[in-house]
DNA sequence: CTGAAAGCGCTAACAA
DNA sequence: TTGTTAGCGCTTTCAG
């Protein structure tokens, strides 16, 4: 007959005829005598004893639960950000909660807060914009973050970030190497800072390669497939022989809608994307894209954040712990498709 | 000067002169004198206070978190299910903590079993396949769990099904309709829940439409796009014109087989899929799919889970509470886009 | 080696 | 209306 409940370390010491505190020694797997620890153990597994892991977190100040907060759950970089992150955290013993903000300062902002209401240990953020509110928020934090992308100097977080100005150099360069000579630029948000600096890296590889700006093929939108779409039908009365798109879902799009014109990636225009995520791999055709190590950052958020949780088990209030913030950058990395190929002579 | 830690209800009390219960009661909204709640709300507000959800848990015996368990958090299909279970359980105040087990049966039963360490009030599970070990786990089950799947009967959990046998019958129906006679069954593993009934509303569609049951024409493989790129260039030999796909990922990168042999889709072949996730809209050409109502069934689900925990804070061990075990059948629904526009006669 | 007891932060009786 | 107090289940001194 049940107690009305599930097992807790009462029922197993009453059952064993032990004091909880022998209980709990014993699961716990201190030392104890041969005797006490054998029955200890039989009337835990008879009673299908579970430890409520409310009860010790409550009691140990942590609750062995981080938090990653991403832009968009469906956006495929995140996804592989979440498998990078997942599989370091699980290793140390942490379950994971994700959470997306759909790119809302107001909810990442809300996520910050919520690391006070101690539901979770750390928390790994991915900003999209970062606003003053932003920064204040980050150095009131009442546990240790991890940001990934970049900060202004002189916020008291780590961070890891990707080298987007660099990446979208390689890529314009790329295709000016494949003869391109109009190269129009579809971006997202130039508000948002991947935005800004992929913009940034643009212009650098159109002055590397002695290309002229032309604000006629530039674009900004949101970030996604349809926006995408939009933005390359809009470009195609000034004429670009390629598409730089800031994301893959953005050039996905872009290809897409050309396609659907009849014109031929990369015979007529050449497409090219940023993040390497699996969409540049399964669109049709095969995209180029630029690799901003998005594993690789996920990766390193989550050993970071771990490091700062370790030998600490609760950052006291208001100063933060351990060593001084830390910036890792992640490389960028060519990888070319289909998508790029140099454009050959149309069919006589 | 802080003392060395987040504030509590009692740095609250002492500041602002009162019992820690009284900080609690206007906390929680409850009545007190004008001036005590004051004064409460403005030692909380400079302390910053946020209440711990923790100590909140563990007094009342539940988290406010739920958890989702499903396959592969890469899938859209899964993803869709995450946004519309996210906008039901987020309403009604909890938070939503998501679990990939990669289709491994160990992680299934392990999240299920996890239900016991109290870390979350509910589970939604979708399970790949359904052993005997699973109906064992979930009759045992800590706290309630609905299954978005299909369950052998006298499984006493909820579950939101979808039809999927109809769905495929109804994609090759449609096929037929536009005048394909040998038309390939691309399947997950057949030991799967699904993969089984997609097999099994195959047949059925083949029979309606008095077409023979040709085994050279069904590959049997894991759900993937690259498994889907593989089994459509093994099915070449068998010269089909059409290739069914038990699910978008499938279709996906079959699609892209037949493309890179320079076939023509759908002049050639025609190819469609299941699920009608993003990937359908964004493959090219877009694909017709069968909708299997997956953001429907999330969100169903997720109400199903939120009338269980009514009423009924932490249903005692053993007995499962509330009323019969239901389920509900998502209807399947096609959407036909280019990848099926009936053949054309070749180019001349 | 083991048991009694304190206490993590909070809510809810029960008293005053 | 308010304060006192008893736990929620667990870990961890501190005695024995």
Same mark, same amino acid.
């Given at each position: 007959?049940?107690?009305?409940?599930?097992? $807790?370390?009462?029922?197993?010491?009453?059952?064993?005829?032990?004091?909880?505190?022998?209980?709990?020694?014993?699961?716990?797997?201190?030392?104890?005598?041969?005797?006490?620890?054998?029955?200890?153990?039989?009337?835990?597994?008879?009673?299908?004893?579970?430890?409520?892991?409310?009860?010790?977190?409550?009691?140990?100040?942590?609750?062995?639960?981080?938090?990653?907060?991403?832009?968009?759950?469906?956006?495929?970089?995140?996804?592989?950000?979440?498998?990078?992150?997942?599989?370091?955290?699980?290793?140390?013993?942490?379950?994971?909660?994700? %959470?997306?903000?759909?790119?809302?300062?107001?909810?990442?902002?809300?996520?910050?807060?919520?690391?006070?209401?101690?539901?979770?240990?750390?928390?790994?953020?991915?900003?999209?914009?970062?606003?003053?509110?932003?920064?204040?928020?980050?150095?009131?934090?009442?546990?240790?973050?991890?940001?990934?992308?970049?900060?202004?100097?002189?916020?008291?977080?780590?961070?890891?970030?990707?080298?987007?100005?660099?990446?979208?150099?390689?890529?314009?360069?790329?295709? %000016?190497?494949?003869?391109?000579?109009?190269?129009?630029?579809?971006?997202?948000?130039?508000?948002?800072?991947?935005?800004? %600096?992929?913009?940034?890296?643009?212009?650098?590889?159109?002055?590397?390669?002695?290309?002229?700006?032309?604000?006629?093929?530039?674009?900004?939108?949101?970030?996604?497939?349809?926006?995408?779409?939009?933005?390359?039908?809009?470009?195609?009365?000034?004429?670009?022989?390629?598409?730089?798109?800031?994301?893959?879902?953005?050039?996905?799009?872009?290809? %897409?809608?050309?396609?659907?014109?009849?014109?031929?990636?990369?015979?007529?225009?050449?497409?090219?994307?940023?993040?390497?995520?699996?969409?540049?791999?399964?669109?049709?055709?095969?995209?180029?894209?630029?690799?901003?190590?998005?594993?690789?950052?996920?990766?390193?958020?989550?050993?970071?954040?771990?490091?700062?949780?370790?030998?600490?088990?609760?950052?006291?209030?208001?100063?933060?712990?351990?060593?001084?913030?830390?910036?890792? $950058?992640?490389?960028?990395?060519?990888?070319?498709?289909?998508?790029?190929?140099?454009?050959?002579?149309?069919?006589?």
């Amino acid at each position: 007959m049940p107690d009305g409940g599930p097992p $807790t370390i009462v029922s197993i010491a009453e059952r064993a005829g032990v004091s909880i505190a022998s209980v709990s020694r014993v699961l716990n797997g201190q030392g104890a005598r041969r005797d006490t620890t054998e029955r200890v153990r039989r009337a835990a597994a008879e009673l299908g004893y579970v430890p409520n892991a409310v009860a010790r977190s409550l009691k140990g100040g942590r609750t062995r639960q981080l938090t990653f907060a991403m832009p968009d759950i469906g956006n495929p970089v995140y996804v592989a950000m979440v498998r990078a992150i997942q599989e370091v955290t699980k290793a140390a013993g942490y379950r994971l909660l994700l %959470h997306s903000t759909d790119a809302v300062a107001e909810d990442e902002l809300a996520v910050l807060r919520s690391l006070q209401d101690r539901t979770s240990d750390g928390l790994i953020l991915v900003p999209i914009r970062i606003t003053d509110a932003h920064v204040a928020a980050l150095g009131a934090a009442a546990g240790p973050v991890v940001v990934i992308g970049s900060l202004p100097p002189g916020v008291p977080v780590d961070s890891v970030r990707a080298d987007s100005v660099a990446g979208a150099t390689l890529a314009v360069r790329h295709l %000016h190497a494949t003869g391109r000579r109009r190269i129009a630029f579809v971006n997202g948000p130039a508000d948002t800072v991947p935005g800004h %600096h992929r913009e940034l890296g643009y212009r650098a590889g159109l002055a590397e390669c002695g290309l002229p700006y032309r604000p006629e093929l530039v674009v900004r939108t949101e970030f996604g497939v349809e926006a995408g779409a939009r933005a390359a039908r809009r470009l195609l009365p000034a004429g670009p022989d390629a598409l730089f798109c800031a994301n893959d879902q953005l050039a996905l799009g872009a290809a %897409h809608a050309l396609l659907a014109r009849g014109l031929r990636v990369p015979a007529d225009l050449a497409v090219a994307g940023m993040d390497d995520s699996e969409l540049a791999q399964v669109a049709w055709p095969p995209l180029t894209s630029v690799d901003l190590g998005s594993a690789e950052r996920g990766r390193r958020a989550a050993e970071l954040l771990l490091d700062r949780l370790d030998g600490r088990p609760a950052p006291p209030g208001g100063e933060r712990a351990g060593p001084a913030p830390r910036t890792t $950058t992640a490389p960028p990395r060519l990888v070319v498709r289909a998508s790029t190929a140099p454009a050959t002579d149309p069919k006589p």
